[in-house]
């Protein structure tokens, strides 16, 4: 059995904890390793490494972080295969999606390669006569960064490439059900350059996070997972005198209009509600039918729902891999149960899905409920499976209506052919990521990530311009050379006349 441990200060870490989690491979249902789950203790090692590492690596030139995170592209690039398929072994996504996921995170070092222009501060002359100022952003220290289970190489990598080029040092705490791509993508930093003690990664639990949270020497959290959890990290990073950010679930409609291109939306929502097996913050689960759309829309879904193609990650023909541990399909099988309960119409039911060969594997078929009801649970809370629902209704005010109304915020599209439809939503939806005739509108890396209400506390998105402002903090100087001039003190605050 293989044993996964932590890095810390450039090299393997094994710590003193004895509390291990098993890790699965989703698509045999099998344990593949057992990861140490690490104590308070361990986490202590490693933000002391951490802010010793920061006093260097805070004065090195933005430059030359920028040259290494050059050359880190260039192996993530060379190692795109080997971190793939730890993705896909670990998570259960199909090849193809996880790449694309991987070329996402990738997308986020570029940006930070740019760093060297994106820390040039403000400069004023003569903000008073022969005074000058200047702002400048400077890091923060230690930085950690505590990451979900669904992305464990993007999510990661939305967070550290921007904060070591920052100048912060930085502690990341992976998901403990898919911790080996980490562990190699910070190997990778370290063979392009970066030096020991910058990036460690510390697998673990509550206790790691509990340890983080509570450390006096860590500066700012990253949290990205569900919103009871987000919320906690948020108050308690927060009581303790942290910078935060905390991304939560979601709930994502994707509303239909009566003169969209149907088989453009159609497409649109097999792939972001089925893509990835549902696992993904920006899935659609919801798909609006506005006016009378609706019976062609879930006749078309359901044949292509019946189709869909559910196998292993690594097999060539899969569109859809397993969900990511038995405990996770029992509770997205739960949901099911409960939709049929609540009066919801089960058009197609993957619940009974047995893939040969794969028998112990965590499988699910996609599922699609119609006549979906705004205060059914299965409407409300965030599945986080391959499960759609086809909520009708009359008009496009409701559609917003709807939308508005959701306690989650994260993304949302509508698909339609009217330019003042979709104008007027993109202006009136009250939700952080907005497509239009795109179903899964994630910004690209020079822009941010970020959802609105109970889908992010915290100021701050991530990556993009966000995430500079996030990971460090601003300083103004102001300053006069004076000579010959003898000052009496002044008691008044001095302005410009
Ligand atoms: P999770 O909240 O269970 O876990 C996230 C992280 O928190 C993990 O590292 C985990 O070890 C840690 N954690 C779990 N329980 C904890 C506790 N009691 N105390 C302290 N730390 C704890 O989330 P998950 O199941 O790994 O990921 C799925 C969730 O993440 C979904 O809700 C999804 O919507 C969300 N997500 C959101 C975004 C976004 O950008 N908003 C992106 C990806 C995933």
């Known amino acids: 059995m293989k044993n996964i441990f932590h890095f810390v200060d450039g090299k393997e870490f094994k710590g003193d904890s004895k509390r291990t989690s098993d890790v699965f491979n989703p698509a045999t249902g099998e344990v593949e390793a057992k990861v140490s789950l690490a104590s308070k203790n361990d986490v202590d090692i490693a933000v002391k490494n951490a802010n010793e590492a920061f006093k260097e690596w805070s004065l090195t030139p933005p430059i030359t972080r920028a040259r290494i995170l050059f050359k880190y592209k260039e192996l993530i690039e060379k190692n795109s295969d ?17 790449k694309g996921s991987l070329t996402r995170g990738l997308e986020v070092v570029e940006f930070a390669c740019g760093i060297p222009h994106l820390l040039k501060g403000e400069f004023t002359e003569n903000v008073g006569k ?35 080029a920052c100048g912060n040092t930085f502690i990341l705490k992976p998901s403990e059900k898919d ?132 196998g292993p990650g690594m097999d060539k023909g899969s569109e859809m891999g397993p969900l990511v541990t038995k405990e996770h399909l029992e509770k997205v099988k739960g949901y099911v149960d409960l939709g049929v309960e609540e009066g919801a119409k089960l058009v197609v039911d993957g619940r009974n899905l047995k893939l040969q060969g794969y028998e112990n594997g965590f499988y699910i078929g996609g599922c699609l409920f119609d006549h979906v009801k705004e205060d059914m649970r299965i409407y409300k809370e965030e599945i986080f499976g391959p499960v759609l629902s086809v909520v009708r209704v009359e008009d496009f ?101």
């Not at 989650?408 to 907005?434: E, H, L």
């Open 130 to 164: 022969g005074v000058d100022s200047w702002s400048m952003r400077q890091p923060l220290g230690v930085c950690a960064g505590i990451t979900p289970f669904n992305f464990p190489a993007m999510v990661p990598m939305w967070m550290f490439p921007m904060a070591i």
């Open 179 to 310: 911790p080996s791509c980490p562990l190699m993508l910070a190997q990778l930093l370290k063979e392009a350059g970066l030096p020991d003690g910058v990036l460690n990664v510390i697998n673990g639990d509550k206790e790691s996070v509990d340890a983080l949270l509570e450390h006096k020497d860590v500066s700012a959290i990253s949290f990205v997972g569900s919103t009871g959890i987000a919320k906690y990290i948020y108050e308690n990073a927060a009581k303790n005198e942290k910078r935060v950010q905390a991304l939560g679930g979601a709930k994502n409609h994707c509303v239909v209009m009566p003169d969209s291109d149907l088989d453009q939306a159609v497409n649109g929502l097999m792939g972001a509600a089925y893509g990835s097996a549902g696992e993904r913050c920006m899935a659609q689960s919801v798909a609006v039918a506005v006016g009378n759309i609706g019976d062609e829309l879930v006749k078309r879904l359901s044949e292509k729902v019946e189709a869909l193609k559910v």
């Open 82 to 98: 080997e971190l793939t398929k730890l993705i896909v072994a670990e998570h259960g996504k199909v090849y193809d999606d996880a």
């Open 397 to 497: 005010n409701t559609a917003v209506d709807l939308v508005n109304n959701h306690e989650y915020g994260n993304g949302t599209s509508i698909f339609t052919r009217d330019g003042d439809s979709a104008r007027t939503f993109a202006s009136k939806i009250k939700v952080g990521m907005v497509g239009v005739n795109i179903p899964i509108p994630v910004p690209m890396a020079f822009h941010s990530f970020g959802g609105w209400k109970r889908s992010l506390f915290g100021d701050q998105h991530m990556h993009g311009p966000e995430g500079v402002r996030f990971y460090t903090k601003l300083k103004t100087i102001t300053s006069r050379w004076p000579s010959g001039i003898k000052d009496n003190p002044e008691f008044i605050m001095p302005t410009m006349k």
